[in-house]
């Protein structure tokens, strides 16, 4: 059994055992109980009362966090010559099409998004043995085979996530840094909670958000009272 460090001991002396926190009190508190010398991720873990392994209950969208994620986000933009400058101007920081195919060919995924257009999916299908395992393969539902590149890139630059269940039923994703005011954590983590309740899938029976924690990295979780983000 490994030791629980000085750290970690007095950040679980700030939980009360048992206790639900509201999302103002967790947002806030996630700051307290964060001792890493770096700027952490927060994030948040949500269980749902779905069964991932039914088609009809996947629970899979996009959000658009109001104060972004804080995370320096590279994208790269594979679209068609008259696309380059427009995906540019949005902010893409890799554009092009043949010469990143051949490079992702070769073991190349420094990137965090791709986005693409419908009309190069057939080069890019071939690409999914590399891509797929990362998460990195673009898809129609994310928001990231659009024609509108440019758009696409502006939006995953300014804080646009995609998410969906793993086959435990929980979400995880980050939504911001500890270096944000308990405001700001509190909106974002609103605005992916609100969004997670619209696709309540209508198969769904029985309670549907079970449990909420929101923790950072390396800091213990906290128990947030669903009830006090739906009202």
């Not at 933009?77 to 008259?82: K, Q, S, V």
């Not at 797929?132 to 890139?153: E, F, I």
């Not at 696709?199 to 079970?210: E, F, H, Q, W």
Request: glycine share 10%; proline share 5%; hydrophobic share 35%.
């Amino acid at each position: 059994m490994s030791k629980i460090t000085k750290n970690r001991k007095l950040a679980l002396g700030k939980l009360e055992e048992g206790k639900f926190y509201t999302l103002k009190e967790a947002s806030a508190l996630v700051k307290e109980l964060t001792t890493t010398k770096f700027d952490a991720s927060v994030d948040i873990d949500v269980r749902l009362g779905v069964d991932p392994r039914k088609a009809n209950q996947m629970v899979r969208g996009v959000v658009s966090l109001p104060h972004g994620t804080g995370k320096q986000v590279r994208v790269l933009a594979l679209c068609t010559p008259d696309k380059e400058a427009e995906a540019t101007a949005a902010g893409a920081d890799y554009v092009g099409l043949d010469e990143y195919i051949d490079k992702i060919k070769g073991g190349w995924t420094d990137v965090d998004i791709i986005i693409t257009m419908p009309s190069v999916m057939g080069k890019i299908g071939a690409l999914g043995r590399v891509l797929g395992p990362r998460g990195l393969m673009p898809n129609p539902k994310s928001g990231t085979v659009t024609n509108d590149v440019g758009q696409a890139v502006k939006e995953v630059k300014q804080g646009k996530i995609d998410f969906k269940v793993d086959k435990a039923g929980i979400v995880h994703t980050s939504i911001g840094k500890v270096s944000f005011n308990p405001e700001q954590i509190s909106d974002n983590a609103k605005e992916f909670i609100t969004t997670l309740i619209k696709l309540k899938p209508s198969t769904a029976k029985g309670t549907y958000v079970r449990s909420i924690y929101l923790s950072s990295t390396m800091s213990p979780g906290i128990k947030i009272d669903p009830k006090s983000v739906e009202n």
